[in-house]
């Protein structure tokens, strides 16, 4: 599979990977993808996991997980959320890295494939509370790349860590680009 992902991701869809993960320092950690615009970024992402060889996890609503997808949904690493109103839901996602001797763990900061000026932030929460690096990953549909960063551990001060990794973002372009997260630097 790893070659045959690879012939598509870079032969037939042209696409390169800049950066990479460190497995010794990524064991545990949350991945967030930027920009969300599309179904396709799914489609990416598994290529890209196979490609690179590493496992990493995502979260989705319970109900993908019933007949007749859930059996594929689990195979590629998803990980059921149920999204009943009321559950602490940073700290059971946070308990999942305690849980588990390796998990990396995807997350859409965007929240949605439309538009949005800022992120949701669950996932800054839950890299904090489970002591775990953020690793960045966009998804740059308007230069065909993915660009991974190195780890990044947040500090205390939430407003300085979302602004460094805003400019991560910056110029990246989704599938769709009129949704494509675009940061206010200023």
Known sequence: MKWLSSFIFHKILGWKIIGHFDPATTKKCV?????????????????????????????????????????????????????????NKVDAIAQLFEDKEVLRLALAPEGTRKKVTEWKTGFYHIAKAAQVPIVMVAFDFGNKCCKISDPFYPTDDQEADMKFMYAYYKGVKGKVPANSFDPDLE
């Open 31 to 87: 991945v967030i993808v930027v920009p969300h615009t599309s179904w396709h970024d799914f489609t990416i992402g598994i290529l890209i996991r196979q490609i690179i060889d590493l496992k990493i996890s995502f979260l989705g609503k319970k109900e993908l997980f019933k007949w007749p997808f859930g059996w594929y949904f689990k195979k590629v690493g998803g990980i059921p959320l149920d999204r009943t109103p009321g559950q």
